[in-house]
């Protein structure tokens, strides 16, 4: 449950006038909605030059105004069912407060779709050809990139845009300014296809070659690379440290390759800890799985994440854009999510016996939250 105003008590009898309140001459709402008005147009400027305050302490001292002037909540959301659709920034105002849901990113063997898959099949149940879509963190930008045929960009954004902020609302998205553009045709790169098709022919010997030595499981990592130039291709290959007869090993690719007449004209050789790898590999998906449920919602102000594995030992920081700790509701709320998140078999089979720090940090890089095992 989230903190409820101090004043409950003030705002519940402010509530009570309504039947009286509503009984004004049309001079005096006309004057009221007025000041209304012009203290959203103040908050949705503030919203929008990124204030200190987070959008949901705005909406508070918002309703605390509107309960003292004896209209409520009842006018303000008049006001906004009256609007074709709710713009970003009313969309700030009154997002939804939802739980904490930190879903796993992989979930009984199948992939959990992100925001960016979800708008992206939104989109296209609309009808309209998606080149992409992405999201950028600072500042929060949701950018869709359409194809367009039989209609223009201004229409396209014009039916798109309500629907989207909507679908953000609904969801507790909050902080995200909606960019719509249209897809520009480019040249077809040659080279890039080109490199691609012999990736595709090196990365498949490799892992042949890996395989017929008895490291079929090492061989399910990216052990190839291709460094490209208009006149020469240097093929890369990682080899875990505890392989013996990487010597014989790329001996043996030197040869698939020449057999095949590709064009490589070297091969570079760099040896890496698979361990470490398998665990940064892990912890990359957990990092992504806390900060996507929080991410894009004003109530937890979040700024980015990191995450590195360091002596065995595996740390994510959430960086926020707090420059004091948050209620204890927040702060609880953060915890129990994220307690709840690390007790899923898919989450254990993820984490397996790493020892982590998970922790949130305020401006400074202070910890307000921290879990460690």
């Known amino acids: 449950m989230r903190k409820q105003y101090e004043d409950d008590t003030e705002f519940d009898s402010s509530l009570k006038k309504l039947d009286s309140d509503f009984m004004w001459k049309t001079k005096q709402k006309q004057e009221l909605k007025n000041r209304i008005m012009t203290d959203i147009e103040q908050l949705e400027f503030n919203v929008g030059n990124k204030t200190n305050e987070s959008s949901f302490t705005n909406m508070i001292s918002l309703t605390r105004k509107l309960a003292y002037v004896g209209i409520g909540l009842t006018l303000l959301f008049s006001l906004f069912i009256g609007s074709a659709f709710i713009s970003p920034a009313m969309a700030s105002i009154v997002a939804k407060v939802l739980p904490i849901s930190i879903t796993p990113n992989f979930s009984n063997g199948q992939h959990n779709p992100d925001l960016t898959s979800l708008l992206f099949e939104l989109i296209e149940k609309e009808g309209y050809t998606v080149n992409y879509v992405g999201i950028t ?5 949701i950018e869709i990139s359409l194809i367009l045929e039989d209609t223009t960009l201004k229409q396209a954004t014009d039916d798109l845009e309500p629907k989207v902020s909507n679908y953000l609302y609904e969801n507790g998205y909050d902080k995200y300014e909606l960019k719509v ?13 080109e490199t691609s098709s012999l990736y595709d022919k090196v990365n498949k010997i490799v892992k042949e070659v890996f395989a017929s030595y008895g490291y079929a499981e090492e061989a399910d990592y990216e052990l190839a690379g291709i460094n490209e130039s208009w006149f020469s291709n240097i093929v890369t290959i990682d080899i ?5 007869k990487s010597t014989e090993i790329i001996a ?6 020449e057999s095949q007449n590709l064009d490589v004209k070297d091969i570079e050789v760099n040896t890496f800890n698979l361990e470490y790898r398998q665990q940064d590999n892990r912890w990359a998906y957990i990092a992504s799985d806390i900060y996507d449920a929080m991410a894009g919602k004003s109530t937890y102000q979040l700024t980015g994440v990191s995450y590195r ?3 065995g030992h595996s740390y994510v920081s959430i960086k926020t854009d707090w420059d004091k700790p948050p209620s204890e ?11 709840e998140y690390l007790a899923l078999p898919e989450t254990k089979e993820q984490i397996q016996n790493d020892n982590y720090t998970i922790q949130f940090l305020l401006m400074n890089e202070k910890s307000f939250v921290k879990i460690t095992n």
């Open 252 to 257: 043996d690719i030197e040869k698939e390759i």
């Open 309 to 311: 594995v360091k002596n």
């Open 329 to 339: 509701e927040i702060i609880q709320e953060i915890e129990l999510a994220i307690q």
């Open 240 to 244: 875990p440290e505890h392989i013996q």
């Open 137 to 141: 963190p600072s500042p929060y930008t």
């Open 181 to 193: 553009s249209e897809a520009v045709e480019t040249p077809r790169d040659e080279l890039g296809d």
